[in-house]
């Protein structure tokens, strides 16, 4: 009896295992979903390989001897050494408004297959010396300054030498705006005593770009001047048109920028000075609110307390 109940579990354990070796192919197999994402493939470029971590190590090599690597040659190697090319996208401004891959690049995100997704994908159009006339379909502006610099025609005649195009210092993946104290470096990579282009420049667009604040800060001021001689019903139209000159002029600022002219830049920063000053004067000085005189502090009273026991101390 015990050897029949022995021979039945044993065949029962032979139909789970026949039956787990049928079920668990089919229960491992990944899930057929459809690959229409680059960020599916692309976001596993990490800098793992040995010629990447080579570059790296003579990277820091050269920042420990105060070497300035040129941003013309490195720039595509740094990206794809310091993260990989989807990591940079993901933080940056195009990726905040959605502007994605095939937008540079080419190509269908909408499509299943791979081969489908990467039709019409070509480098030509992102060479650094086409990223103007590529970046300009969405920055019109900026590309109608950039074309009246000396940094286009150096570029569009390739002249030897370094000829910035818009990833020099906009990156071609992060895609960041450079701020006043970041300037100069970027500058400083061509604009050198090495290089006999114009050494001065770097300090000057430094200064250039932080006068800008001082514009900010005025624009301020002028609005709240404005809405104050409002509420005192005075006639501020005048006042208006000055504060939306300035206004305007601060906007334009960064299509400017890109002409790459500091003379102009500073000249088109100055006017907007110039107006907002104007409008600041909406609410004259003398007719300003008057300030109401501070009551004495704790050190007053505790002065006026201390001549007062003095007092009382001789007289008795």
């Known amino acids: 009896m015990v050897e029949k109940n022995v021979s039945k579990i044993l065949i029962g354990l032979v139909f789970v295992l026949i039956a787990l070796q049928i079920i668990q192919p089919a229960a491992s197999k990944a899930p057929d ?69 095939e937008k540079c690049h080419g190509g269908d995100p909408l499509k299943v297959s791979k081969q489908e997704a990467h039709k019409g994908i070509s480098n030509i159009s992102i060479q650094r010396a086409n990223t103007p006339e590529m970046c300009g379909k969405c920055h019109t502006a900026e590309l109608d300054q950039f074309k009246n610099s000396q940094h286009f025609k150096r570029l569009e005649s390739n002249q030897e030498g370094p000829a910035p195009a818009c990833i020099t210092c906009h990156q071609a993946h992060s895609v960041r705006v450079l701020t006043a104290s970041e300037i100069e470096d970027f500058c400083s990579n061509c604009h050198n005593n090495i290089t006999g282009i114009n050494p001065t420049v770097p300090k000057r667009a430094e200064s250039a770009l932080s006068s800008v604040k001082e514009l900010q800060f005025e624009i301020s001021k002028a609005r709240s001047s404005v809405i104050l001689a409002k509420a005192n019903n005075k006639d501020v139209t005048a006042s208006e048109a000055d504060l939306e000159s300035a206004m305007t002029i601060l906007k334009d600022i960064p299509s400017v920028w890109h002409r790459f002219n500091l003379t102009y830049f500073d000249t088109e920063v100055q006017k907007g000075l110039i107006d907002a000053k104007n409008a600041e004067k909406a609410m004259p000085e003398e007719t300003a609110p008057p300030v109401t005189p501070k009551a004495p502090g704790f050190e007053v009273l505790l002065m006026v307390s201390g001549i007062l026991a003095v007092y009382l101390l001789k007289r008795h």
């Open 33 to 101: 979903l459809p690959n229409n994402s680059c960020a599916d493939c692309h976001r596993q470029l990490l800098f793992s390989s040995e010629s990447q971590r080579q570059f790296i190590d003579i990277r820091i090599k050269h920042l420990e001897s105060g070497i300035s690597c040129s941003i013309v040659c490195h720039e595509d190697k740094l990206n794809k050494s310091t993260g990989s090319t989807y990591a940079l996208w993901s933080v940056s401004t195009h990726a905040l408004f959605e502007v994605t891959c």
